[in-house]
C-alpha cells in the first residue's frame, strides 16, 4: 500500500455519476446564499485546482447556475476568473462542505 497516494474516490478523474446526479437536482449554491431567484439551470461545477491538469474528482463539485458557472462576467461566474469568484462568493472548499450538507438535506427528506 502506498501511503503517499489519496483514496481512489478523492484522486482527479474519479467518476460518480450519482454523486453528480445529486448535485445536479440541487439549487445553485450562489443563488440560494445570495437569496436570489435561480433563473439559469444548475450545472455541476468540478473545483479548479484539485487534479493537476485532470478535472477534480466527481466529489469534488458543487452546484451552479449556468450564470454563475460560465455566462456571468468576471466576478460573477467562476470560469470568467477563480480569485473575484471566490472573493465575492466564497472560497470553492467553503461552497464544496456547504453542498455536502445539502445533499445529506436532501437525501434525508427522501
Do not use: W, Y
Request: with cysteine; aromatic share 6%; glycine share 8%.
Amino acid at each position: 500500500m502506498n501511503l503517499l497516494k489519496p483514496p481512489i474516490e478523492m484522486r482527479a478523474g474519479f467518476k460518480d455519476p450519482k454523486h453528480l446526479a445529486r448535485v445536479a437536482q440541487l439549487e445553485c449554491i450562489v443563488c440560494k446564499n445570495q437569496e436570489l431567484k435561480q433563473l439559469f439551470r444548475t450545472e455541476v461545477h468540478h473545483l479548479i485546482g484539485m487534479g493537476l491538469g485532470k478535472k477534480a474528482s466527481d466529489l469534488f463539485t458543487i452546484p451552479l447556475c449556468s450564470f454563475h458557472h460560465r455566462l456571468g462576467n468576471k466576478g460573477e461566474a467562476i470560469h470568467s476568473g477563480k480569485q473575484s469568484f471566490e472573493k465575492k462568493f466564497g472560497t470553492q472548499q467553503n461552497l464544496l462542505e456547504q453542498t455536502k450538507k445539502d445533499i445529506v438535506i436532501s437525501d434525508d427528506e427522501i
